[in-house]
């Protein structure tokens, strides 16, 4: 019977669940993929830390380097995360010494993937990344295997299960941005630091990754990329008035041989597919052919959803298939053109908070006609005892660089009370 050997590097959330996982499923795993997986070492950053998984003195590296040189490690699993420092050193020293590499690493691959990729390539060892990307949605593995016959012309849905758990949150509990984002801290949905989650950095990396594999691209950093921490429940409920849900998606396109990636908070008719998506789930939903339209749903983060990736990463490397990490060779791979999303055209929701008085609503609708945007909704809603009043506008389709122009006249003028907001609408 063959086997191969494992080293663990990152005994946080994700890590020590892949080690219980391992070691409870060894036999099965043995069966389904012809080969015995041995977790041999593993590392961690403080090794006196107390665990709650049944490490021997033995398996301890006394550097978590280590593994990148001893001929008894076949296979590493980087668990460290971010994209500098120790996760990036070893992965690059793992591949360099032709250790096969599975990460769950998402700000790492989609900073230096393709640098990654080209050593695994010419190292013939593989490096795999289900669990980079929506947790436990197959997607990677989808795009890379199952939907091979199809040509992609569109992937996008919801890529953070934080976010998103806020987003519904806020709509189905009647609570506010800070009260729904505690509760999410205390149910262990967002980390201490939720930064990436709320301004959207963490969706815009996971675009990437997709967007490489769905249109056989090198990796490109050319994002729009909004997230959703200026949304308020007003919004939600605004929203809501008009027929829609507010979720964040990410989007990647391709238009007359041009590639737009996008992540916004969108506005989504209520009684669409996604709109329905709650909670702390993810879906992608890709467009091709000659498949039409395919949507994978599930978990997107946490240990459970994250080992079950990590594990089918594993198993296709116990089963002997080298693959390009990317799909296809790096020789293959083209260097396309991602455009910005200015000129793309997009109906809007925009919102403006201002001082209750005579000319108002006029001068904005006239920076509006200026601009050349249509207005297909208005309403105004007075508070006479703040002596404001709150118009929200749904435009008809505009050019991006016309919405964004409109918003920043209309913010200078001294009515305003705050910041105008502009959500974009998905209505194609
Ligand atoms: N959490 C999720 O739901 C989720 C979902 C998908 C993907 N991911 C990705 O999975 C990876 C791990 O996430 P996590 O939530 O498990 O993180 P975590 O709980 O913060 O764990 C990080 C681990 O890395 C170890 N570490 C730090 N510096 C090290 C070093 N120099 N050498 C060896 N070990 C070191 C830490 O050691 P100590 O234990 O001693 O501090 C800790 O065990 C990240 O890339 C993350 O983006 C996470």
Redo the contacts with the bound molecule.
């Keep these: 019977m063959k086997r191969m050997n494992i080293a663990i ?8 669940y892949l080690f219980k996982y391992l070691n409870d499923n060894k036999k099965i795993l043995k069966e389904k993929n012809n080969c015995l997986p041995i977790v041999k070492y593993v ?5 006196k ?1 107390k ?1 709650t998984i049944n490490i021997k003195k033995k398996q301890w590296l006394n550097n ?1 380097l280590d593994a990148t040189k001893l001929d008894d490690v076949d296979l590493i699993i ?5 994209a500098e ?3 990036k050193k ?1 992965v690059f020293e793992a591949l360099k010494n032709k250790k096969h590499v599975v ?6 691959i989609a900073k230096y993937g393709d640098q990654l990729s080209k050593i695994a390539e010419i190292n013939k060892v593989n490096l795999e990344f289900e ?2 990307v929506c ?1 436990g949605v197959p997607i990677i593995r989808a795009l890379k295997e199952g939907l091979i016959a199809n040509k992609i012309s569109k992937i996008y849905g919801i890529f953070n ?1 934080t976010s998103n758990y806020i987003l519904s949150s806020m709509d189905k509990q009647n609570k506010t941005f800070n009260e729904v984002l505690k509760n999410a801290k205390d149910l262990g949905y967002a ?1 201490s630091n939720p930064s990436a989650d709320l301004n959207g950095d963490d969706v815009s990396s996971k675009l990437k990754i997709l967007s490489s594999l769905c249109f056989n691209s090198f990796l490109n950093n050319n994002v729009y990329v909004e997230g959703i921490k200026d949304i308020d429940k007003n919004d939600i409920d605004n929203a809501n008035k008009f027929g829609y849900k507010i979720k964040l998606l990410g989007y990647a396109e391709l238009l007359n041989k041009k590639i737009y990636q996008r992540v916004h908070p969108t506005l989504l008719k209520k009684n669409s597919y996604v709109a329905g998506i709650d909670g702390v789930l993810n879906a992608v939903i890709v467009d091709g052919k000659p498949i039409g339209q395919s949507i994978i749903q599930g978990e ?4 459970a ?2 080992t079950s ?1 990590l594990v089918s990463d594993i198993s296709s490397i116990l089963r002997g298939n080298i693959k390009f990490p990317f799909s296809i060779s790096n020789k293959e791979r083209k260097k396309l053109k991602f455009d910005p999303i200015d000129q793309r055209l997009f109906s809007a929701y925009l919102r403006f908070e201002v001082i209750d008085k005579p000319g108002v609503l006029s001068n904005i609708t006239n920076i509006f006609s200026k601009n050349k945007i249509s207005i297909k909704r208005l309403i105004q809603n007075p508070d006479k005892n703040k002596k404001s009043s709150s118009i929200i506008i749904i435009t008809h389709k505009s050019k991006d660089v016309y919405l964004k122009k409109t918003i920043k006249e209309v913010a200078r003028k001294n009515y305003m009370k705050r910041n105008p907001k502009l959500i974009r609408i998905y209505d194609n």
């Design positions: 590097i990152g005994l946080g959330n994700i890590g020590s590392s961690a950053k403080n090794k830390r665990r978590y980087e668990l460290i995360g971010g420092g120790p996760a070893l990460t769950a690493n998402k700000a790492l669990a980079s947790g299960g980390e997107g983060a946490g240990p959803a994250t990736a």
